[in-house]
Every structure is written in structure tokens, then in C-alpha cells.
């Protein structure tokens, strides 16, 4: 009921930034808390940021706070996750999830089993 097509990976300098994007194709994208996570070549898939229906409400993972910023425009269908100050460690394949949520609701969804559906993924490196 809701594609997601990730865009925007590609070779980030460190220090630098880039802007990924999440468009999404199905009916009432404002009942979806969406959430963008990660997976560096030879570890576990990871959380890096997470964003409420109405985008009142948004958290990210230590490692990327301050950093990385998540935002959304139900208007358009499409979530971003703004990443400045790029590390190394940034480096792997980022996937944007969405589950359904009321609007309005404040909850935020962290964990990558409480996700319904998933994008394909875009990569990101990030090397000097």
C-alpha cells in the first residue's frame, strides 16, 4: 500500500555534506512515522533517525546527533535526511521504513521491527 523509493546517496567528502531523500507513492503519507536507518559493509542494520506523522516529533541516534537532521513534507510525500559533517564511519546503505501511525501522534518508532515497509536503499560513502 506505500512505496518508498529512496535518492540522493553517492560519494560525500568528510566534513561534507548530502541530503538524501525519501519519496513516497501511496495514499495518506501523513499516516506514517517514518524512520531512516543504516547498514555499514559488515555489520548489523542500524537506526540513524526517526520522524512522527505530523513531524512535530523527530530523534536520532547518538552517533549522528548534531550532525544529521530529518524532515518531512506531507505535502509532497517525501522525507529528507539532511547529513552535514560527514565521518567515514557514515559509510554504508541507507533505507528509509514507514509504519502506520495516527497523526498527530507524538510516539516515535525506533526500533527496525516496528517498520511495515522499506525502500530499496541508496548508498553513501564517504572518503577522502
Known amino acids: 500500500q506505500l512505496q518508498l523509493v529512496e535518492s540522493g546517496g553517492g560519494l560525500g567528502q568528510p566534513g561534507g555534506s548530502l541530503r538524501l531523500s525519501c519519496e513516497a507513492s501511496?495514499?495518506?503519507?501523513?499516516?506514517?512515522?517514518i524512520g531512516w536507518f543504516r547498514r555499514a559493509p559488515g555489520k548489523e542494520r542500524e537506526g540513524v533517525s526517526y520522524i512522527s506523522t505530523s513531524g512535530g516529533h523527530s530523534s536520532s541516534a547518538e552517533s549522528v546527533k548534531g550532525r544529521f537532521t530529518i524532515s518531512r513534507d506531507n505535502a509532497k510525500n517525501i522525507v529528507f535526511l539532511q547529513m552535514n559533517s560527514l565521518k567515514p564511519e557514515d559509510t554504508g546503505v541507507y533505507y528509509c521504513a514507514a509504519v502506520m501511525a495516527p497523526y498527530g501522534t507524538s510516539y516515535l518508532f525506533q526500533r527496525e521491527n516496528e517498520y511495515v515497509y522499506w525502500g530499496q536503499g541508496t548508498q553513501v560513502t564517504v572518503s577522502s
Open positions: 501511496g495514499a495518506h503519507f501523513d499516516h506514517y512515522a
